[in-house]
């Protein structure tokens, strides 16, 4: 298969160019952000950026027929058939647990910040994946509140992405019919990141091919207690009796009610070899399907994603019967 290659400025980021019509077929993201990279060179996905004099180069290593089509209304029914999945036996929603991106900069030779930076390519990766399978929702792991512990520095750049990653996918979304939307503690966030978040929410809100919802500074229990909360104030306020509370009154506190339909992923993939939940939906997931693998989170691939769901479609689920 034939590589192409475009030499770019290194003052220009990757997020700033227009790839017109004319270009399809080199495989490269839109609007993704720029991997900081050594002397020798960083790979996310099939893109291979390096660093050669003056000039970023970016080698694009997919073919025409390996471009994924993101605007068929429903499911890419020739991408499963060819996947060897079945579009009947696909998860609504899928949650997932990025992890190893720090660790994935480290193996190359390249700051934290180079592994934080791949989260935002990737994630849209998945995106693209989740339309053409037809699932619905896609909660995406973002930060959780015990992050917030590390150092300013790499928080400060962490939310940074976290902003121009929102800003710069708000346009593709709409175009592509993903309706953003955040779960998770907002107070605490710097006042740009909340201004884009309420930006992306007002704009896509009537998008409904696929929800993306983004869990930022996050945690499952503190979930859990808020929601107490919130039915306690109702109690006191006289808006409800204790004895009408039942499991549908408590789940509409819970932030993923702003998913009406499917508001509980059916499967979760965690990354980079942990086997646990990290505080991460930790009501939303008692009957969830889970799945560990130890690719680290840059490196996950089309390929990593069609084995996940066939993990899934082998298995039945019995729901405790």
Same mark, same amino acid.
């Given at each position: 298969?034939?590589?192409?290659?475009?030499?770019?400025?290194?003052?220009?980021?990757?997020?700033?160019?227009?790839?017109?019509?004319?270009?399809?077929?080199?495989? $490269?993201?839109?609007?993704?952000?720029?991997?900081?990279?050594?002397?020798?060179?960083?790979?996310?996905?099939?893109?291979?950026?390096?660093?050669?004099?003056?000039?970023?180069?970016?080698?694009?290593?997919?073919?025409?027929?390996?471009?994924?089509?993101?605007?068929?209304?429903?499911?890419?029914?020739?991408?499963?058939?060819?996947?060897?999945?079945?579009?009947?036996?696909?998860?609504?929603?899928?949650?997932?647990?990025?992890?190893?991106?720090?660790?994935?900069?480290?193996?190359?030779?390249?700051?934290?910040?180079?592994?934080?930076?791949?989260?935002?390519?990737?994630?849209?990766?998945?995106?693209?994946?989740?339309?053409?399978?037809?699932?619905?929702?896609?909660?995406?792991?973002?930060?959780?509140?015990?992050?917030?512990?590390?150092?300013?520095?790499?928080?400060?750049?962490?939310?940074?992405?976290?902003?121009?990653?929102?800003?710069?996918?708000?346009?593709?979304?709409?175009?592509?019919?993903?309706?953003?939307?955040?779960?998770?503690?907002?107070?605490?966030?710097?006042?740009?990141?909340?201004?884009?978040?309420?930006?992306?929410?007002?704009?896509?809100?009537?998008?409904?091919?696929?929800?993306?919802?983004?869990?930022?500074?996050?945690?499952?229990?503190?979930?859990?207690?808020?929601?107490? %909360?919130?039915?306690?104030?109702?109690?006191?306020?006289?808006?409800?009796?204790?004895?009408?509370?039942?499991?549908?009154?408590?789940?509409?506190?819970?932030?993923?009610?702003?998913?009406?339909?499917?508001?509980?992923?059916?499967?979760?993939?965690?990354?980079?070899?942990?086997? %646990?939940?990290?505080?991460? $939906?930790?009501?939303?997931?008692?009957?969830?399907?889970?799945?560990?693998?130890?690719?680290?989170?840059?490196?996950?691939?089309?390929?990593?994603?069609?084995?996940?769901?066939?993990?899934?479609?082998?298995?039945?689920?019995?729901?405790?019967?």
């Amino acid at each position: 298969m034939q590589s192409t290659y475009f030499p770019l400025s290194i003052q220009t980021p990757i997020s700033c160019l227009k790839f017109r019509a004319s270009l399809p077929s080199v495989g $490269l993201r839109r609007n993704s952000p720029l991997v900081p990279v050594s002397p020798a060179y960083a790979s996310v996905n099939g893109t291979t950026i390096a660093q050669s004099g003056g000039n970023i180069i970016v080698k694009a290593t997919q073919s025409v027929d390996e471009i994924i089509n993101i605007d068929e209304e429903q499911f890419d029914e020739e991408f499963l058939l060819r996947a060897g999945l079945e579009a009947e036996r696909m998860p609504k929603h899928i949650a997932v647990i990025a992890d190893g991106h720090r660790r994935w900069a480290r193996q190359k030779g390249l700051p934290p910040k180079s592994g934080h930076r791949t989260l935002a390519p990737v994630y849209k990766d998945i995106s693209r994946l989740c339309c053409k399978c037809g699932i619905k929702v896609f909660t995406a792991y973002l930060y959780s509140p015990e992050n917030m512990k590390r150092s300013q520095e790499e928080v400060e750049t962490i939310m940074s992405l976290f902003e121009e990653g929102i800003r710069s996918n708000m346009e593709e979304s709409m175009r592509h019919g993903i309706r953003i939307s955040v779960i998770g503690d907002r107070t605490i966030l710097p006042k740009s990141l909340v201004e884009a978040i309420t930006e992306a929410e007002e704009k896509t809100k009537a998008n409904s091919r696929l929800h993306l919802i983004l869990a930022i500074n996050y945690g499952g229990q503190n979930e859990i207690l808020q929601a107490s %909360r919130k039915l306690f104030k109702k109690i006191k306020d006289g808006l409800i009796q204790e004895e009408e509370i039942n499991i549908k009154l408590f789940e509409q506190e819970l932030g993923t009610n702003i998913c009406s339909k499917f508001p509980f992923p059916d499967f979760m993939i965690r990354f980079g070899g942990e086997l %646990r939940l990290s505080n991460f $939906l930790s009501y939303q997931l008692a009957y969830a399907e889970l799945y560990f693998t130890n690719t680290l989170f840059p490196d996950f691939t089309e390929e990593d994603f069609i084995i996940a769901m066939k993990s899934y479609q082998k298995r039945n689920r019995r729901y405790g019967v």
